[in-house]
């Protein structure tokens, strides 16, 4: 994934190092190493077919997901990101990657069931009622938690409710209610 195209123009040349980096709207492009364990984890089992990001940022993960995945939807708060993300994903080739401006936190109704729900920004606590946008079997993998600890989370939707799994500590800006026009 040529990460440098995700990247705002000051800080190009470190595309390639394993860190998080500013972009616009005071946000982050995700390190890489976050970006594939996330990944590795929405790739256990079968692979997915439908999947919803939440925090579409600079396009990375999405675009990561794109390349694996049929239909990716992404959902970003700041108007400003949906678009600039938009214009990426057209001017890569993405036809399979759909994004809009909205509030994570209600997910994407008009498309749900998911076969899997990825959040790359972190809530202070579960969003349970998103479960209601998954598949039985399906996954939401998210970090939870506020600025001093937060750890990765997969839930797995079952007859009688979720399993829960925890996957390490991570750091992600926080999810944040209401969108920015
Ligand atoms: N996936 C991104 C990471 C971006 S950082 C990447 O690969 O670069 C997280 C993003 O989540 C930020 O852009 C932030 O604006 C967005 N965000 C925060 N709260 C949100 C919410 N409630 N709904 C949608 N996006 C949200």
Redesign the pocket.
């Known amino acids: 994934m040529p990460r440098h195209l995700?990247m705002d123009s000051g800080f190009v040349d470190f595309a390639y190092q394993d860190k998080a980096f500013p972009?616009a709207?005071g946000?982050?492009?995700?390190q890489p190493w976050v970006?594939a364990r996330m990944t590795e984890v929405i790739l256990q089992g079968d692979v997915p077919e439908k999947i919803l990001?939440?925090?579409?940022?600079?396009?990375?993960?999405?675009a990561v997901l794109g390349q694996l995945i049929d239909q990716v939807f992404s959902?970003?708060?700041?108007d400003a990101?949906t678009k600039q993300a938009r214009r990426r994903f057209i001017k890569m080739g993405y036809r399979n990657i759909r994004c809009k401006t909205?509030?994570?936190?209600e997910g994407w109704v008009s498309e749900a069931p998911f076969d899997v729900i990825i959040c790359?920004?972190a809530p202070e606590k579960i969003p349970y009622s998103l479960l209601d946008q998954l598949n039985l079997g399906g996954k939401m993998i998210l970090p939870v938690g506020d600025k001093e600890k937060q750890e990765l989370i997969a839930l797995i939707k079952t007859d009688d409710g979720f399993k829960q799994e925890k996957l390490g500590e991570v750091y992600?800006?926080?999810?944040?209610?209401?969108v920015v026009r």
């Open positions: 995700f972009i709207a946000q982050t492009i995700s970006v990001e939440l925090g579409t940022g600079s396009g990375y993960q999405a959902v970003e708060r700041i990101l909205g509030d994570g936190f790359t920004a992600f800006v926080p999810l944040l209610e209401g």
